[in-house]
Nanobody, 115 residues
Framework: VQLVESGGDLVQPGGSLRLSCAAS????????MEWHRQAPGKERELVAQ????????TYADSVKGRFTISRDNTKTTVDLQMNRLKPEDTAVYYC?????????WGQGTQVTVSS
């Protein structure tokens, strides 16, 4: 099983980034996909999740209206479009695949929002 995130970078406040997660080694279409983040000194938090077909999505209140999660079951990828970024969005972002109690995690990608 592999989940490989990419797209993390240093960006100015108000800017945008698109994170991508490439999945392999499991039946992607049978897993809910999630993005989590962890800022220094803070607990990991769920940012967004998407259902098997990509129709049902939920977001943390802190990112609602700014972030959009999407998935492509053909390419086995899940993306997180992040707009109007704020310094408090600075964190390591992790992709996760969930099926019941089974969780697979990526290694994370750093997003830094700073002027």
């Amino acid at each position: 099983v592999q989940l490989v995130e990419s797209g993390g970078d240093l960006v100015q406040p108000g800017g945008s980034l698109r994170l991508s997660c490439a999945a392999s080694g499991f039946t992607f279409s049978q897993y809910y996909m999630e993005w989590h983040r962890q800022a220094p000194g803070k607990e990991r938090e769920l940012v967004a999740q998407i259902d098997l077909a990509g129709f049902w999505k939920t977001y943390a209140d802190s990112v609602k209206g700014r972030f959009t999660i999407s998935r492509d079951n053909t390419k086995t990828t899940v993306d997180l479009q992040m707009n109007r970024l704020k310094p408090e969005d600075t964190a390591v972002y992790y992709c996760a695949a969930r099926n019941g109690a089974i969780y697979y995690w990526g290694q994370g990608t750093q997003v830094t929002v700073s002027s």
